[in-house]
């Protein structure tokens, strides 16, 4: 990859964390039925006494806490999700270090089921080399995961800034997240940045609004998003709808390919 300079038309590249730095190995209502089963676990052996539906009860307090997301642009951490599901349930003090604990216990089976997308330390370390200024940009409740993930993964190193969205209170596609990530890069023109995430509604609409470059990623390695059937035949879980209009600057199919497109819109400006 050739070296940038400081004409060179594009100077940074904003990464998604799910679906495009990272891949799952299994589909999403999996894991969170299999992270709230061991969240549960550990609060029955800190003494409390959750009911027998709490994995179900959870499920449903990502969902609204999801949609509410959807529709305000906000987030809230795990930590506050689990502190009003318990209050609901009647423990309505729990203690702080209890909170961490048990939604540490969550993501711990998540971290199980999550691996560097294929390439992906390559790329960054590549990007880095070649002068790029590096963001992570995450929409999660589990900020304090990421930032970890990040590190115990090799990512770190490569990385100027990561951003998730319960450290800010707001989701993508608002732009104030991307206004803080492109600052915190020291990117003052949108246009010299590049956005490249996994959902149209997330990360192309949002970014394309400030005038970013965007790439949207599929890669088929990743599993979150597809069910299988009892006889074993995949089913895609919908994503967020955009409007028919909504197109990405460019898409690809694996990380790889992300080295060639900027290389040409580098040449020529495109």
């Known amino acids: 990859m050739q070296p940038i300079t400081p004409s060179s038309p594009i100077q940074g590249i904003i990464f998604d964390f799910g679906s495009t730095l990272s891949i799952t190995r299994a589909a999403w209502p999996v894991i969170i039925a299999e992270g709230a089963a061991a969240m549960a676990a550990w609060l029955r052996q800190a003494g409390l006494a959750p009911r027998d539906d709490f994995a179900q009860h959870w499920a449903d307090a990502l969902r609204r806490a999801n949609r509410r997301g959807e529709t305000e642009g906000v987030e809230v951490s795990a930590e506050a999700l689990l502190a009003e599901l318990l209050a609901a349930q009647g423990y309505d003090h729990c203690n702080v270090d209890w909170l961490t604990a048990a939604t540490d216990c969550y993501f711990t089976v998540e971290d199980g089921l999550r691996v560097p997308a294929p390439g992906a330390v390559e790329l960054l370390a590549a990007l ?6 590096v963001g992570l940009l995450s929409n999660t409740p589990g900020g304090r995961w990421v930032q970890r993930w990040t590190d115990s993964h090799g990512f770190r190193p490569y990385v100027d800034v990561v951003i998730t969205s319960d450290a800010l209170g707001i989701r993508k596609p608002r732009p104030e997240i991307f206004l803080a990530t492109l600052e915190r890069l020291g990117l003052h023109d949108p246009a010299r940045g590049v956005m ?10 949002g970014a394309q609004a400030l005038g970013l470059r965007t790439v949207l ?3 088929p390695e990743d599993q979150g998003f597809i069910m299988r059937t009892a006889d074993g035949r995949p089913t895609p879980i919908a994503r967020p709808p955009v409007a028919a209009d909504v197109r990405p600057d460019a898409q690809i199919g694996a990380l790889a390919d992300l080295i060639p497109l900027l290389e040409r819109w580098q040449g020529d400006g495109r």
């Open 128 to 133: 880095k080399a070649a002068g790029y200024r």
């Open 196 to 205: 490249v995430g996994d959902t149209l509604a997330h990360d192309i609409v």
């Open 217 to 219: 990623v599929t890669l």
